[in-house]
């Protein structure tokens, strides 16, 4: 199939940029619908970051799971999301999957995101997390070789390993790795 008979798919989710948000993790475009079992970000159960800030923050892998069901629970998720300061969105607005998933390898971007606008919103933030190859033209496009802004510090620049189960490394290694984000805990 041509790339020009692949349709453009939009982002279905909303920034989540709570007030005083510290930390924005920029992924690179959900999965499809039939793979979430929220819409929120990380939606897809086979992916482990959830499970990655339940063991850093509460020592229990299964903090944000519900019990005896294969979900997430929304609505503590966005709550400890707001509580800690960590904003959500994508590295891109629209996209072609070239393939039938989401893998970052066949997706070509249509729209990137606005970075630097997204930042905008969320004066507070301090760290920009990716995960994504392209995180030397992320890190860029978000500049800090430009004056910070009014009332903003220097952004810190994160790349983390992918917290899909597709990426193989181990999820206690991966909680490691993202612990360096929270000194404290």
């Not at 086979?46 to 069901?69: S, T, V, Y």
Request: glycine residues 6%.
């Amino acid at each position: 199939m041509s790339q020009d008979k692949i349709s453009v798919e939009r982002h279905p989710f909303e920034p989540f940029l709570p007030e005083g948000a510290r930390m924005l993790f920029l992924g690179s475009f959900p999965p499809q619908p039939h793979r979430w079992n929220m819409p929120f970000y990380y939606p897809n159960w086979q992916n482990d970051f959830w499970r990655i800030m339940g063991l850093i923050h509460f020592a229990d892998k299964d903090h944000f799971c519900i019990p005896g069901e294969k979900r997430f629970n929304e609505a503590l998720i966005r709550r400890f999301c707001a509580d800690e300061g960590l904003a959500f969105y994508d590295t891109a607005c629209e996209v072609r999957r070239l393939k039938n998933n989401a893998s970052d390898a066949f997706l070509e971007v249509v729209t990137p995101t606005d970075i630097p606008a997204l930042l905008k919103r969320i004066p507070s933030c301090h760290t920009l997390i990716t995960t994504v190859g392209e995180w030397m033209e992320i890190a860029g496009q978000a500049g800090n070789d430009e004056a910070p802004g009014e009332g903003r510090a220097p952004l810190r620049f994160w790349r983390m390993p992918s917290s899909s189960r597709a990426y193989p490394l181990a999820l206690e290694k991966k909680a490691d790795y993202y612990r360096q984000l929270f000194p404290n805990n």
